[in-house]
């Protein structure tokens, strides 16, 4: 069974850094891009970031202006996303998703990011 | 990269039908058959409902189908049940590694 577990949410002050992680399980980790999508409060969704199978290509929305950067660990099978200069627009849940033939076809369940003084 | 536009709520009565539109530019939505739409109750990760615009993924009922015409694509559910009642989100690659997502829709089973 595909799973997905994202960790590392949290309150942070604004200006502050987190980071984090998403465990993979039951399917192999190192064949799939992987992306982070966020989802503020009462909001839809936003797409934040995307790394292929062996990081060689590395996107990010305009929006996040070099704040964020996207890695991975293969041997570990985790993904990850290093936030820093968080703002209060940052407020968000951060899912971690799997891309199939550019669609997300299996999802985490979200850690909650709370940017606020 | 705006988000792709979606109505904020759609609502219909049990076994009628529903359109969700997702307006998109010719950058996005009309540059690729790369459309998908995605399920999303209160408090849960969202569920991919359709991918490349029309296809279905095992598991999904076929009361649920997509289209697009240029730059803009939709998601039918026909026979409304109450289980359908959910945000739902449509997202087109966008080009150069990058996706969009719309602005999302609740649908309300009346």
């Known amino acids: 069974e595909v799973q997905l577990v994202e960790s590392g949410g949290g309150l942070v002050n604004p200006g502050g850094s987190l980071r984090l992680s998403c465990a993979a399980s039951?399917?192999?980790?190192?064949?799939?891009?992987m992306n982070w999508v966020r989802q503020a409060p009462g909001k839809g969704l936003e797409w934040v970031s995307s790394?292929?199978?062996?990081?060689?290509?590395?996107y990010y929305a305009d929006s996040l202006k070099g704040r964020f950067t996207i890695t991975r660990d293969n041997a570990k099978n985790s993904l990850y996303l290093q936030m820093n200069s968080l703002r209060a627009e940052d407020t968000a849940v951060y899912y971690c998703?799997?891309?199939?033939?550019?669609?997300?076809?299996?999802w985490g369940q979200g850690t909650l990011v709370t940017v606020s003084a | 990269q705006s988000a792709l536009t979606q109505p904020a709520s759609v609502s219909g009565s049990p076994g009628q039908s529903i359109t969700i539109s997702c307006t998109g530019t010719?950058?996005?939505?009309?540059?690729?058959?790369?459309v998908s739409w995605y399920q999303q109750h209160p408090g849960k990760a969202p569920k991919l409902m359709i991918f490349?615009?029309?296809k279905r993924p095992s598991g999904v009922s076929n009361r649920f189908s997509g289209s697009k015409s240029g730059n803009a694509a939709s998601l039918t559910i026909s026979g409304l049940q109450a289980e359908d009642e959910a945000d739902y989100h449509c997202?087109?690659?966008?080009?150069?590694?990058?996706?969009?997502f719309g602005t999302g829709t609740k649908v309300t089973v009346l």
């Open positions: 490349e615009v029309s």
């Open positions: 998703a799997r891309v199939d033939s550019n669609n997300y076809d299996y």
């Open positions: 790394i292929s199978s062996t990081s060689s290509y590395i």
């Open positions: 039951g399917f192999t980790f190192s064949t799939y891009t």
């Open positions: 010719s950058t996005d939505v009309g540059s690729y058959n790369l």
């Open positions: 997202c087109s690659y966008a080009g150069g590694g990058t996706y969009v």
